[in-house]
């Protein structure tokens, strides 16, 4: 379990991030076209996941915003922004910001990406989504860098994240 905070008031994760050197986790989650997806999805790429707990929130729309004009000049990486949003949610958003450098992921059909990960909140006002985080993984599935952002309403570190692509 992990302790961070939202507005300044301690809530806790199911877990802890993996950490640098771990295997990725499997994730199953749902994109655009409801087809379920996998890390094989994205087999032979680097892979950044931006986890966010709803993109219609000022921190998580500013974070996708930033990592898909950051995704324009990584070709060799697949940028994926995961929250509870409904995938038609998450497509109206990326329309209207111009976020097509991105792709966008839901957890609508299970939550077990969020405990796999280490990232389901437990209490408070935001139990049952995740708390905001940013793993980088590299084309073999291990994990290169994570970073659990401890106050929920800030942004995370874009470029220490960019940087292990």
Known sequence: ???ITLQGNEINTNGE????????????????????????TYAGKKKLLSIVPSLDTPVCATS???????AKEKSDAVFL???????????R?????????????????????????????????LAGITARAVVVIDENDK?????LVSEIAEEP???????KL
């Not at 991030?17 to 094989?40: H, I, K, M, T, Y």
């Not at 570190?157 to 940087?163: G, L």
Request: aromatic content about 6%.
């Open 1 to 3: 379990m992990a302790t």
């Open 17 to 40: 991030l993996p950490r640098a050197g771990d295997s990725a986790p499997e994730l199953n989650l749902v994109d655009g076209e409801l087809n379920d997806v996998s890390l094989a």
């Open 64 to 70: 996708t915003k930033k990592f898909n004009d950051a």
């Open 81 to 91: 922004m995961i929250s509870a949003d409904l995938p038609f949610a998450m497509a």
């Open 93 to 125: 958003f990326c329309q209207a910001e111009g976020c097509d450098n991105v792709i966008s992921l839901s957890m609508m059909r299970s939550r077990n990406f969020a405990k796999d990960y280490g990232v389901l909140i437990e209490d408070g006002p």
């Open 143 to 147: 994990v290169i860098h994570s970073q």
């Open 157 to 163: 570190d874009y470029d220490a994240a960019i940087a």
